[in-house]
Every structure is written in structure tokens, then in C-alpha cells.
């Protein structure tokens, strides 16, 4: 890769509504110790010298606050673009990569409901894309056990099995991409989408979900626990205890 290529350019998807937060603002214009969710991730990023680019895909009409609302939070003074996101993550993803540089080579993704994300797994995760993988996720061990289930819509479920824990991993973000990977991919599933109908395809939650679909490799490197999702009321309470933790310790 050349000097540029080798600099990340970031895509953070923030057009949902986060309906397990609760009614109210979009997920992640949601405050954590008086801070939106979008800003403490996008903060997380630029934090990271790996990363020299930000494009967070807003909500379609909500652009002029999110740009606000980043200049509002001392973040006008680094790159970050702000473009209208899509209907589904899958489609923000693909408008946000859009709007990259073509000379970046390496595209970081990142949920704006993982604020908390520390700086070294960003540059892990960079780093192992710099270092030749096609796609890598941070993960981390479960710590419970997993039980595989025939679902059903109401009453017990039957187990299945009981996977072996110690070859499970619980995925986080970013989920670092060379940048030609994350566009075919991309592109693939949107090719499969037109002739099939979205609701006939398997669900993919992430984007290395896709770069498995079609064949490619995602290794794993190392997450870290206070780098999960704020998705219900009870992950926001843990939140703002650990951010209240880094302020007490000016870590953060």
C-alpha cells in the first residue's frame, strides 16, 4: 500500500432509530454522561492515528443536525464527512464508502452504538488490514454458556445443542476492510438483492457477514469489553459507569 492508502478512511452508520432504547431520538443522538452516542464513537476514531477520515451516514433528513451537532463537540477541526444513510445499515454502509476517497485503501465500519470503543482496538484492527488481511473483526470470549435453539414464537424452546464455548466469539466494531473487498461485497449483495427481494436472502447483521457470504476470509483479532453495544436502557446505565470511571482516571 502506498503512504496514502495506508491511512483508514471510517464509516460510521447512524440512520436507525434504536427502537430497544426506547421511544424518543434516534439511538445514536442518545446522551451518554451528556454526550451523544455518535459523537463519543466518532471521537473514538479520530483518536486513532490509523485514521485520517470519518463518514458517518446520518439519518437522511437529519444531516444539517448531526453536522451541527459534531461541530457543537470540538470534532469541526478533523476530517469528517457527513453524508444522508440509507433505509437499512447494509445501504448507509454502501453511501458512506461512496463517499471515500478512491486512494483509501483500508475502510474501517463502526457502530455509532459502540461509543466506547478504546483506541487500541482501533489501530489493532487497522493494523492487521495494513498487515494483508482481507477483512478483520475484534472479538472477545464468551463468558456463558451458548445453547443453539428451534425458535418458536411463544413457550419453551427446545435445545438443539451446546456449542463449545471455547471456540466462540462475540463480535464487536470497527470491522476493518481492504477497500476493494468492502466494495465487491457490496456490490454482490446488492446484484443478489435486485434479483432475489432482500426478504429472500439470509439475514447478515455485519459487513463481514457479507465477506463470508461470498467466500472471502475474516480473521479475528483481539476486542475489548468495555468496547459493547449500547442496544437497551440497561447497556446505558453500564455506560456511563465506565465513562464515569475514565473521566475519575483523566483517561478519557
Excluded at 204 to 217: K, M, Q, W
Aim: proline share 8%; glycine share 10%.
Amino acid at each position: 500500500m502506498n503512504a496514502t492508502g495506508a491511512v483508514a478512511a471510517a464509516v460510521v452508520p447512524a440512520a436507525g432509530r434504536g427502537e430497544r432504547l426506547g421511544p424518543g431520538a434516534p439511538k445514536a443522538l442518545r446522551e451518554l454522561g451528556g454526550v451523544p452516542l455518535l459523537v463519543h464513537a466518532v471521537r473514538a476514531l479520530t483518536r486513532s492515528r490509523a485514521v485520517g477520515l470519518v463518514v458517518v451516514a446520518a439519518p437522511a433528513d437529519g444531516v444539517a443536525e448531526v453536522v451541527g451537532l459534531l461541530d457543537t463537540h470540538g470534532l469541526d477541526g478533523k476530517d469528517i464527512r457527513v453524508v444522508p444513510g440509507g433505509a437499512t445499515r447494509q445501504e448507509s454502509v454502501r453511501l458512506g464508502l461512496a463517499a471515500i476517497p478512491a486512494e483509501v485503501e483500508i475502510v474501517l465500519v463502526h457502530d455509532a452504538a459502540r461509543p466506547l470503543v478504546p483506541v487500541e482496538v482501533v489501530d489493532a484492527v487497522a493494523a492487521a488490514v495494513r498487515g494483508g488481511a482481507e477483512a478483520v473483526v475484534p472479538a472477545v470470549p464468551l463468558a456463558d454458556t451458548v445453547k443453539r435453539v428451534e425458535p418458536r414464537p411463544a413457550g419453551p424452546e427446545p435445545v438443539l445443542d451446546t456449542p463449545d464455548r471455547s471456540t466462540l466469539r462475540a463480535v464487536q466494531t470497527p470491522q476493518g476492510f481492504r477497500r476493494e473487498t468492502l466494495a465487491e461485497v457490496h456490490e454482490k449483495a446488492l446484484a443478489e438483492e435486485a434479483a432475489a427481494g432482500a426478504d429472500a436472502l439470509p439475514a447478515v447483521t455485519d459487513d463481514a457477514g457479507l465477506v463470508e457470504r461470498f467466500g472471502g476470509r475474516v480473521v479475528v483479532v483481539p476486542g475489548h469489553e468495555e468496547a459493547f453495544k449500547v442496544t437497551r436502557p440497561l447497556d446505558l446505565v453500564l455506560a456511563e459507569a465506565v465513562l464515569a470511571r475514565r473521566r475519575a482516571a483523566d483517561a478519557y
